[in-house]
């Protein structure tokens, strides 16, 4: 089932057509409102006319976070507040947050993306929606909310944690779609298992599962484990929020919504386009967005695109899961973290040493996380209670800044491998490929 046929399966003509038009339409917007692309253009030696056709596109320097950053917090807003009706932010903790604006007919499209995904897994307005996204500036609860409501389903805004909570209420209130984190689910699903309840049997049909890198092998697992059809959906909140791709039954990629969004794969590291089925970064630039524009974006996220037909009727291009970002950024339970915000905090405490490792895992379901951090001789012949105090010291540091729990490990000075390039700072032990 297509929620929109007429833009889902546009034949491709007609649909570069339409991007043409939208994109000219949103450069000009961007040039006119935002002095921040207007200077970028004119650096460039470029004006929005000059983009005469989709293959212009490339003309146009990139866009990358820190530009986000820097006109923290609505410099790189298109409109007037007056037209802004709602406000969310990146899930990055402090310094690293960046704001995104949408009017009133941002939020009507983005209710209408988030309607073709659920259809496309099958969902109806028969269904009853648990909405275990966080709700808050985090974009994934009210963003599936408004399109659980626009396919006119029944939501249940139960938002994130509260996990018995979760199970009784899924029970109680008979929900057939079930939206979160996978690695929540799967944590779900274990806790029904120990209060008794077996989610196999009951009415949950369908998982929209985002946010985080996750794998087929978790797929496997949460369809077993809750009896349901699991499905990936894409987004990232300066883009949109959830919403900007998502699977069909295929569950052979995602189709990403063209006639939104113009997707590109480059390399990361020289910037030059890839053909479809080589990995590389992607990147996006909006079509119908009035508040927060984006153009030519570089998400960080690595995948692959294809323009491959698909099974489903869809004409929209299909992108890989994720599969890696080009940067280090490390999505923890959903917090997305950076290692350079874990090294901030060490660096203020005394007595240990720029010298660390950040270890993550997967023990069952959950994500771990272990620092290990060297400590100057003196420190480290120490007394061992004095040791474990500046553990939890520093364990504390951690979880106030970044709400993660790390667990720290004090290891003797001189014992972390130094590197002679760029110093590996992550160990990622979580296998999200399989
Ligand atoms: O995570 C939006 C979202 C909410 C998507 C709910 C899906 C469901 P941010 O907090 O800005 O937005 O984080 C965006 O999360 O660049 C990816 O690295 C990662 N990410 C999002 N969806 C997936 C996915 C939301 N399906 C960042 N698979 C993105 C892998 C994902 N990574």
């Known amino acids: 089932m297509l929620y929109d046929e007429k833009h889902e399966a546009m034949n491709r003509d007609d649909l570069e057509q339409l991007q043409f ?18 200077k970028k253009f004119d650096a460039a030696g470029l004006k929005p006319g000059d983009i005469k056709s989709l293959a212009d596109l490339t003309k146009i320097p990139y866009m990358v976070k820190q530009e986000m950053r820097d006109n923290y917090p609505f410099g790189l807003f298109a409109t ?34 988030i309607a073709r995904c659920l259809t496309s897994y099958g ?5 009853m929606i648990q909405v275990a996204y966080g709700y808050g500036l985090f974009t994934g609860g009210l963003g599936l909310h408004y399109g659980a409501e626009r396919l006119g389903g029944t939501v249940i805004p139960i938002s994130g944690g509260n996990t018995r909570r979760q199970i009784q209420v899924m029970q109680d209130f008979k929900a057939t779609v079930l939206c979160c984190t996978p690695s929540y689910a799967l944590h779900m699903a274990e806790a ?35 009896g349901i059809d699991a499905y990936d959906i894409y987004g990232l909140s300066e883009v949109l929020g959830p919403g900007v791709a998502c699977e069909c039954e295929a569950k052979d990629g995602l189709h990403i919504f063209e ?40 998400t960080r996220d690595i995948t692959t695109l294809t323009h491959e037909p698909c099974a489903c009727g869809r004409t929209h291009a299909r992108m890989a899961r994720v599969f890696g970002r080009s940067d280090d950024m490390l999505i923890i339970r959903g917090v997305n973290v950076f290692p350079s915000q874990i090294e901030d905090i060490l660096v203020r405490i005394e007595g240990v040493e720029p010298h660390y490792q950040i270890i993550v895992d997967r023990e069952g379901v959950m994500d771990v996380v272990n620092v290990q951090v060297e400590v100057s001789p003196e420190i480290f012949s120490d007394e061992i209670k004095n040791l474990e105090k500046l553990e939890r010291k520093i364990a504390a540091a951690i979880r106030e800044d970044l709400a993660i729990g790390a667990k720290v490990k004090l290891v003797e000075p001189k014992s972390i491998q130094r590197s002679e ?14």
Request: aromatic fraction near 6%; proline fraction near 7%; charge should be negative.
């Open 80 to 113: 007037p507040m007056d037209d802004v009706v709602r406000l969310h932010a990146s899930s990055g903790t402090t310094g690293q947050v960046t704001v995104v604006g949408y009017t009133q007919n941002d939020i009507d499209n983005w209710a209408d993306l």
């Open 21 to 38: 038009t939208r994109l000219q339409a949103t450069l000009e917007r961007a040039y006119g409102g935002v002095p921040f692309f207007r």
């Open 192 to 226: 029904a298992g120990e209060m008794g309840v077996d989610i196999r049997n009951l009415p949950l049909k369908i998982g929209v599962f985002g946010a985080e890198p996750w794998s087929e092998s978790m797929r496997a697992q949460a369809e077993e484990k809750m």
């Open 421 to 434: 390039g760029k110093a590996k700072r992550v160990i990622d032990q979580r296998d999200l490929q399989k």
């Open 123 to 127: 969902a109806t307005k028969h269904d």
């Open 259 to 298: 006639d939104h969004f113009i997707p590109e794969i480059i390399d990361p590291e020289s910037g030059e386009p890839l053909p479809d089925g080589t990995p590389g970064e992607l990147v996006f630039t909006s079509l119908l967005k009035e508040a927060t524009p984006v153009i030519r974006y570089r």
